[in-house]
């Protein structure tokens, strides 16, 4: 094998990022470029050297200063962005960069105002995402967009478990580069010249392995969860504590509705906190009519927690038209416009879509009520 690449420090943790590509060369590879998150190496002889980073605009370096450093006997082995690694043979006496510790502290604060920066701007970024979506995709309307998302935590809890952990290890890690360099910064400009030996803040850098270990399992069980509950065709008994236009007197053969890939189906998910069905049937009856019918079930963990979604299921319905209660015996709660309804029935609760010849609120209502699945 020739090549080999590995994950880097990161930027910010100079001294931890010199020892490593030592400790690289030592073992007999090369540094042969650098990307953001990947170092590739080359095989080469085992060597004792020393590595230094130097700090540059985002160009690189002005040629002349390289030429400095090599006279000096460093050579530069790799740059990306504002990091450029240098090596020399450790017993070769090539002198360090910066006798002035001020003067080196200049650079990196530098660098960390442009941490700091992409730290407001990431949080500014989320933000001003969150509110387009806002006003894109829910109208202006903050109880709607709350709502969704209150649904999306019952439905899909690891995964939106993981983008909440993604933005926090995001923001986390810019303010953690933001406080090392600034440790740096105020160690420099007060004299003490940098310390190359030292790691900066272990234990936060921990964290950010526990949060980035955090990330990665949530979603790898979000991927699961979503693998897990693929729609399936709508079978001719139910499995599930929803209702089926059988069940409903409306029988027929089953279609489809718009386009033919839009058949009558059904999903089933469980997650931390609740198990879940999502149907669409059509079926076109007798008189040539089509009667369709749409369904979310979630089965929670208590009737007040059943409770506690009404509000999210009315705000999200597909037509969003005043709800009015509805008394129903074998109910806990019903809820019903002219074409959708909203009812609990113990842990469950049901928000349903109907577009049927003669859809009767109270004829749905009366079987969940007798729904014993």
Known sequence: MKHTYRIHPEN????????FYSRMAAKGWRLEKRGPYLSRFRRA???TLTCR??????????EEQIALY???????????????????????????????????????????????????????YTLVYALLIFLGGYGGSLVRFFGN???????????????????LSC????????????????????????????????????IGYGLAAAVAVLAALGVWEYISSRPYPMPQERDGPYLLLSDL???GERTYTVRESNLSETAHGVTPLASWWDTQEFVELDDGQTAAIYQLVLE?????????????????STFRLEFSPVEMDGLDAAWANELDLVAVKGNRVYSITRILPDGEARIILDAIAQCQK
């Open 45 to 47: 002889d085992p060597e």
């Open 171 to 206: 923001w986390y890690g810019q303010l953690h580069a933001v406080l090392c360099l600034r440790a740096v910064c105020r160690r420099m400009k007060s004299g003490k010249p940098f310390d190359h030996d030292r790691s900066l803040f272990p234990p936060l850098r921990w």
């Open 70 to 124: 090599e006279d000096a006997g460093w050579q530069l082995a790799a740059h990306y962005q504002f990091i450029n690694v240098f090596f020399a043979p450790s017993d070769s006496g090539a002198p360090e960069f910066y006798s002035d510790p001020a003067q080196q502290a200049a650079t990196y604060t530098a660098i960390r105002k442009s941490y700091r920066n992409s730290f407001i701007g990431l949080f500014v």
């Open 249 to 251: 007197g409306y029988d």
């Open 53 to 62: 980073i130097e700090l540059s605009g985002v160009d690189g370096m002005p």
């Open 149 to 167: 998302l209150q649904l999306a935590f019952f439905t899909c809890t690891m995964a939106m478990c993981a983008i909440l952990m993604l933005l």
């Open 300 to 316: 929670v963990s208590s009737p007040e927690q059943a409770m506690d979604l009404v509000s999210a299921l009315m705000e999200t």
């Open 12 to 19: 910010y943790d100079v001294g931890r990022m010199e020892r």
